[in-house]
């Protein structure tokens, strides 16, 4: 392979099942203020946002100053709730082996997330990932999606261009991202937004499961090429 192919991933709802920790958390957080959380739909709906961000448009009455707070105690919470057995983030389906796969193929692979820096070495040592990936991009680099920053970043670190670069998410927010950096925008339909949407806002292409994603790929280099 002569060119540098980077293939980027959104962690949760992507990688890593997390919804349960995460609506856990956000429910902690929200006691904690004394006040309603909302459903997990409405919960959902907002992952992949930077946490700031995301806890501004579920309660969006507050003032900065009481989301920095909730956030806070959101990270409080997911930081306790991650070593409780009950609220696992286990990978989805074929994820292991489709980036060990991948890897070993040539590709560099990188993460863009909403996560905090060290919630993602968190749950990347969870899973013994870490090594995987030759660029982590999170909430502490650059503004919350769908701003392009971390994926500037990550051409910038990695020298893969544009071109040669795909952001696969489960939102609109990956998507948006993508689109924004002139990358190539990939969804996945097992997350938290409806594959529909993914499709509306620009993804080239839905996968149904990871098996689906070389194959995918090797149709984006033979276009490139």
């Known amino acids: ?50 946490l700031v961000e995301a806890v501004e448009v579920l309660a969006p009455h507050l003032d900065r100053a009481a989301h920095v707070a909730l956030a806070q105690s ?15 983030e286990p990978l989805f389906p074929g994820v292991r082996e489709a980036l060990e796969a991948l890897s070993g193929a040539g590709y560099l692979l990188g993460i863009a997330t909403g996560k905090s820096r060290r919630g993602l070495t ?64 990939l969804g996945v339909s097992w997350g938290y937004h409806p594959a529909e949407e993914l499709t509306d806002a620009g993804a080239r292409h839905v996968l149904d499961d990871y098996a689906g994603l070389s194959p995918w790929l090797a149709t984006v280099w033979e276009r490139v090429a």
């Open 74 to 88: 959101y990270k409080d919470a997911f930081g306790q709730l991650r070593h409780d057995p009950l609220h696992a």
């Open 122 to 185: 968190s749950t990347l040592n969870l899973h013994g990932m870490r090594d995987l990936f030759v660029t982590l991009q999170t909430a502490d680099d650059a503004p919350s999606k769908p701003h392009p920053g971390m994926l500037a970043n990550a051409l910038r670190t990695t020298g893969a261009r544009r071109e040669d670069t795909v952001m696969i998410g489960d939102t609109v927010f990956d998507i948006h991202m993508a689109r924004n950096a002139g990358v190539h925008p």
């Open 1 to 50: 392979m002569t060119d540098l192919r980077l293939i980027m991933f959104d962690c949760d709802g992507t990688l890593v099942d997390s919804q349960h920790v995460i609506f856990a958390a956000m429910h902690h957080a929200f006691e904690q203020h004394a006040m309603t959380c909302p459903d997990m739909d409405t919960v959902r709906r907002v992952v992949g946002l930077g």
